[in-house]
């Protein structure tokens, strides 16, 4: 007579779906940590990515540790009284300048740099950041001094184990919404690139310049 099985006991396909159903679920985890992996910060943390250059030995670890938004330009602060010389006199029938639209605003965003690689990083981090807004735009860092701080200067020169930090500022529209940051080295072209997202409260507000500290 064929043994009869046990109440309660699952039949051999019963544990195939079960270890099934498993898998699924350890593959689906692995989706969702693949942004990590791959060089993505999460939300507002403030977090440091290490990352690669296109040449050998190059690598810096790049902290992103505050967004001022809006940032107010710098004031350049007066400039020495020329020698008066004659002048003609300005033709009333010419108009003057129109001034800005004030449909743009200013972003600063202030980077933390570690050079962890073998070699001299030698890079302009405007032309290395760039920052997206909630439609997918994408807008290049500018070297554009702001009230924030202290900006990069145009070329930054780090020796192996060196370290600096700074501003790098971008020109969006009025109403744009940020959505996330994006640095590479090699001027922005390396193909490894750190994105760190944006919380929805990131901008504090017109006339505001506190900024937002990112860092944990």
């Keep these: 007579m064929p ?18 159903r498993g898998s699924l679920r350890a593959l689906a985890l692995l989706a969702l940590l693949a942004p990590a992996v791959l060089g993505a910060a999460p939300a507002g943390s403030g977090e440091t990515i ?8 190059q690598r810096l670890d790049v902290t992103l540790t505050q967004v001022v938004d809006p940032a107010s330009p710098a004031d350049p602060g007066p400039s020495p009284e020329p020698a008066p010389v004659p002048r003609p006199q300005p033709d009333p029938e010419l108009a ?3 001034p800005p639209s004030g449909s743009d605003r200013l972003v600063a965003v202030r980077f933390q740099l570690e050079n962890t690689g073998a070699t001299v990083y030698r890079d302009s981090p405007a032309a290395a950041a ?34 600096t930090e700074g501003f790098v500022t971008f020109r969006l529209p009025e109403d744009a919404g ?3 940051v994006q640095f590479a080295l090699n001027g922005g072209l390396a193909d490894d690139v750190g994105q760190w997202s ?19």
Excluded: I, K, M, Y
């Design 130 to 163: 760039h920052l997206l807004d909630n439609t997918g735009q994408r807008f290049t860092g500018l070297n554009v001094p702001t009230t924030a701080g202290a900006s990069f200067p145009d070329t930054v020169t780090l020796d192996p184990g060196g370290a």
């Design 178 to 180: 940020l959505a996330a």
């Design 50 to 57: 290490s990352l690669a250059g296109n040449e050998p030995g």
């Design 3 to 20: 043994r009869s099985r046990g109440p309660g006991r699952p039949d051999r396909a019963t544990r195939r779906c079960a270890r099934l």
């Design 198 to 216: 944006l919380p929805q409260d990131s901008r504090q507000g017109s006339g505001q310049e506190p900024g937002r500290d990112l860092r944990p």
């Design 96 to 98: 003057p300048p129109s």
